[in-house]
């Protein structure tokens, strides 16, 4: 059984920073493309970030380019997302996503596996 699951979520005053963690288990994804989304109250779900399996490219959508980094640690079949410079309009679930390709993809529907979701609340 594949499994995603988030964590580092959490509250953080404007400013601050928080490193979300996602530990996959029942496949090595070494050969998959790892992604960050994001879905605020209200709001359809976004691409956030995105590398591709042996970690070598990275893509970033432009509201979080400079503050947030996306990075994995093979042997730890682990993915991150580190946030620094947090604004209020990051709040929102953020889940991580896997696809069997070599390339990003921005569309959720591109992805098939996700996780559960963690919280990123940022207050002003």
């Known amino acids: 059984q594949v499994q995603l699951v988030e964590s580092g979520g959490g509250l953080v005053q404007a400013g601050g920073s928080l490193r979300l963690s996602c530990a996959a288990s029942g496949r090595t994804f070494s050969n998959y493309v790892m992604a960050w989304f994001r879905q605020a109250p209200g709001k359809e779900r976004e691409f956030v970030a995105g590398?591709?399996?042996?970690?070598?490219?990275?893509y970033l959508t432009d509201s979080v380019k400079g503050r947030f980094t996306i990075s994995r640690d093979k042997d730890k079949n682990t993915v991150y997302l580190q946030m620094n410079s947090l604004k209020p309009e990051d709040t929102a679930v953020y889940y991580c996503?896997?696809?069997?390709?070599?390339?990003?993809?921005?569309?959720?529907?591109?992805?098939?596996?996700w996780g559960q979701g963690t919280q990123v609340t940022v207050s002003s």
């Open positions: 590398i591709t399996g042996n970690g070598g490219s990275t």
């Open positions: 996503a896997g696809r069997a390709s070599y390339f990003i993809k921005r569309s959720w529907p591109e992805y098939n596996y």
